[in-house]
């Protein structure tokens, strides 16, 4: 896909950005309903105990509860389509200094300890190139991006504490810590597709508006 035109990979990552956004308000409204459920369990109200019965409020809640995982898995596989071809966007308008292969842009999200860094500094790029930066001025930092970053870097290492709290809740206490741990991943990644949202939207319209720009009069 990388040998098309910019036109054409701008009007591809425009149709890929409303599909991200759609995935991202179902994920937010999925979450929210989420977070309603560990609460409920967190004061007896529901429960995906082993024991527990599969129907009322259970079966809505483990329902909403793999709604939620499966939407998760659709927006992380669109969301890298999407970085990807904003990527390769920049690559097709020659914008100087990006240094980010398309291929990598996306890779790196799957490299243990780099996911924490280098997949920030190739969506600076992406954002100052889309913006009309080029060279020095591509690994300036923007307070939406850094937000959005920090946010997806935090949730990470929560998820990380949180499967670890699942494995060892072998006891009601662990199970009650774990599900409070829960609650607070839960309100986390609200943020997190709040901000992703923005990020997301503000790309894609710069690229639509100022990324040809830049091809023209480079």
């Known amino acids: 896909m990388t040998d098309m ?3 054409e990979g701008i009007a591809l990552l425009q ?3 409303r599909l991200v956004k759609a995935l991202l308000v179902a994920g937010f409204i999925l979450v929210a309903l989420v ?3 560990e609460v409920a369990e967190l004061n007896g109200l529901v429960s995906l105990a082993d024991n527990a019965p599969i129907e009322g409020f259970n079966a809505l809640y483990l329902g909403v509860t793999a709604a939620d995982l499966l939407v998760e898995l659709v927006t992380t596989v669109i969301f890298c389509m999407w ?3 904003a990527a390769a966007n920049v690559k097709a308008a020659r914008v100087p200094g990006f240094t980010f292969t398309p ?3 996306v890779g790196w999200h799957f490299v243990p300890f780099a996911n924490f860094v280098r997949p920030y500094q190739a969506m600076r790029q992406i954002w100052n190139a889309s ?3 080029n060279d020095d001025s591509l690994s300036s930092g923007n307070g939406l991006l850094v ?3 920090g946010v997806w870097s935090f949730s990470i290492a929560v998820g990380i504490v949180l499967t670890l709290a699942w494995t060892d809740a072998t006891n009601p206490a662990k199970e ?3 599900l409070i741990l829960s609650i607070f991943f839960s309100g986390i990644n609200l943020v997190l597709y709040l901000l992703a949202l923005r990020v997301v939207d503000r790309i894609t319209i710069a690229q639509r508006e100022r990324l040809t720009s830049a091809e023209i009069f480079s």
Do not use: Q, T
């Open 176 to 178: 009650r810590e774990a």
């Open 147 to 149: 937000g959005w970053w």
């Open 131 to 133: 913006h009309g930066g």
């Open 5 to 7: 035109n910019l036109g």
């Open 83 to 85: 970085i990807y071809r």
């Open 15 to 17: 149709r890929r950005g």
């Open 103 to 105: 291929a990598w842009a």
């Open 35 to 37: 977070l309603v459920g």
